[in-house]
């Protein structure tokens, strides 16, 4: 599998909001961390860890995660988005 980034400050909000972002579409498409992982080709602790925002993954690693959660790349972001700078 697949999925390499650099370890994060435990206080990065920035990876704290893309985490969010993660989890809430693998939730609502009712996918367990390791079916996302499956799919994405990463790891399922590696798809844990991005969702607590302890690592920062590259675009590479993005774009997988967006294939795996069916969504374009340009949708994970503007969720990131979202959460990043708190609008609903």
Do not use: C, W
């Amino acid at each position: 599998m697949h999925g390499q980034g650099n370890r994060a400050r435990a206080d990065a909000p920035d990876l704290h909001a893309l985490g969010a972002a993660v989890r809430e579409l693998r939730a609502r498409r009712g996918l367990s961390q390791e079916r996302l992982g499956f799919k994405a080709e990463l790891h399922r602790n590696y798809v844990g860890a991005i969702e607590r925002g302890t690592i920062n993954p590259t675009f590479r690693t993005l774009m997988r995660l967006a294939d795996g959660l069916a969504v374009s790349l340009s949708e994970l972001v503007e969720m990131y988005e979202r959460n990043a700078h708190g609008r609903a």
